[in-house]
């Protein structure tokens, strides 16, 4: 099975509110972790990253927080606009990143008007 | 556009047959991943190459392989295909030493 996974497979938040999607990975060897966006028709597009010896990194709206003690990943989104409609991955490696990445299954994000 | 590129864009073949997908990654980036992404298994990590040699074996059955070379561009072959092998491919590249993985456009594979 997957060590990477996501509570939720779809989050519908009104445009202009916050966004949170949860992650759950299980492999406590894991010391990097991404978070991709994935745009209808399109190849998934770096977000923003973090490293097992941080809590909490941001980026331009985006903020990932790393719980390591219940293994759990989230990332924020502040003032979700529409172009921010897709589907989000958490995804996680070993060694600092520089081999192939574990996904999880993905959270659809669909934004309201 | 995230400066790798995959080529061709759409595959369509019949079951026993067998297809090479190519990648370009961005320039000055000697790593190379490739992906599947399917319903049932979701994105899942197949191969690495780091300037040409192979790094890091994933999910990858024993009827696909991939090489890297010399330009550094990778070509992934599937052989025997099967109608179970229909997804995205996508590949992907990074400097080295970094997480930070850029995803070309993709090659949608039908099997028939």
Redesign the interface.
Known sequence: G?SVGLHLPTLSVQEGDNSIINCAYSNSASD?F?W?KQESG?????II?IRSNMDKRQGQRVTVLLNKTVKHLSLQIAATQPGDSAVY?C?E?IG???????????THLIIQP | D?G?TQTPKHLITATGQRVTLRCSPRSGDL?V?W?QQSLDQ???????YYNGEE??K?NILERFSAQQFPDLHSELNLSSLELGDSALY?C?S?V???????????TRLTVT
Do not use: C, H, N, W
């Not at chain 1, 600092?96 to 993905?106: R, S, V």
């Open positions: 997957e990097y991404i991709y399109k190849g998934p597009q770096f990253d991955f995804a490696t600092g990143g520089a081999d192939g990445l574990t996904f999880g299954k993905g | 995230s790798v790593s991943y992906y979701g994105l899942q990590f197949l191969i690495q790094r890091a994933g996508f992907a990074s080295i030493g970094s997480g930070e993985q850029y995803f070309g456009p993709g």
